[in-house]
Antibody
């Protein structure tokens, strides 16, 4: 069974940093591209970042470019999101999501999410 | 303001058929496949329809998807109370180099 478990969320002051982790199990992690998607309280889904299976290709939403860094450790079956210079607008539940195989593959498995609250 | 446009709400009575639209542009829906996600209250999103009209195993055939040009739609027939949820369309955007989502449609079963 595919499992994605996020951790690392919490309360942080504006301008602070936080590192989210996503532990993957039940599939060959190194074969899959991964994404982070967030959802602000009471709002819709917003894609945050993408990383290829090898980690060599990364994409970011304009709203986080230059502040967030996505990475992965295939030996540890883990995905990360380093978040710096956090803003109040970054407050959201952050989900890690697996991208299925093949062109145009959907986000076929999601974690339960971890809440990040940016507030003074 | 979401890149893909969905109606904020939809409703129907049990047994009815409802459709949810999703409008985009040539850089997203016009040139890439559309996926749909269902988010039940208090839970993580779940894949509902992929590659425009494909259902993952376990998704009832009451759910169907279609795409034409720069628009897509999700249809739910035989509406049931457990279908009450938020529904999101999504597609890759070639200009933004990222996934784009619709703003979500809250479906109410009356």
């Amino acid at each position: 069974e595919v499992q994605l478990v996020e951790s690392g969320g919490g309360l942080v002051q504006p301008g602070g940093s936080l590192r989210l982790s996503c532990a993957a199990s039940g599939f060959t992690f190194s074969s899959y591209e991964m994404n982070w998607v967030r959802q602000a309280p009471g709002k819709g889904l917003e894609w945050v970042s993408y990383i290829s299976s090898s980690g060599s290709t990364k994409y970011y939403a304009d709203s986080v470019k230059g502040r967030f860094t996505i990475s992965r450790d295939n030996a540890k079956n883990s995905l990360y999101l380093q978040m710096n210079s956090l803003r109040v607008a970054d407050t959201a539940v952050y989900y890690c999501a697996r991208e299925g195989l093949g062109t145009g593959a959907p986000l076929d498995s999601w974690g339960q999410g971890t809440l990040v609250t940016v507030s003074s | 303001q979401s890149v893909l446009t969905q109606p904020p709400s939809a409703s129907g009575t049990p047994g009815q058929r409802v459709t949810i639209s999703c409008s985009g542009s040539s850089s997203n829906i016009g040139s890439n496949v559309v996926n749909w996600y269902q988010q039940l209250p208090g839970t993580a999103p779940k894949l509902l329809i992929y590659r425009n009209d494909q259902r993952p195993s376990g998704v009832p055939d009451r759910f169907s998807g279609s795409k034409s040009g720069t628009s897509a739609s999700l249809a739910i027939s035989g509406l049931q109370s457990e279908d009450e949820a938020d529904y999101y369309c999504a597609a890759w955007d070639d200009s933004l180099n990222g996934q784009v989502f619709g703003g979500g449609t809250k479906l109410t079963v009356l």
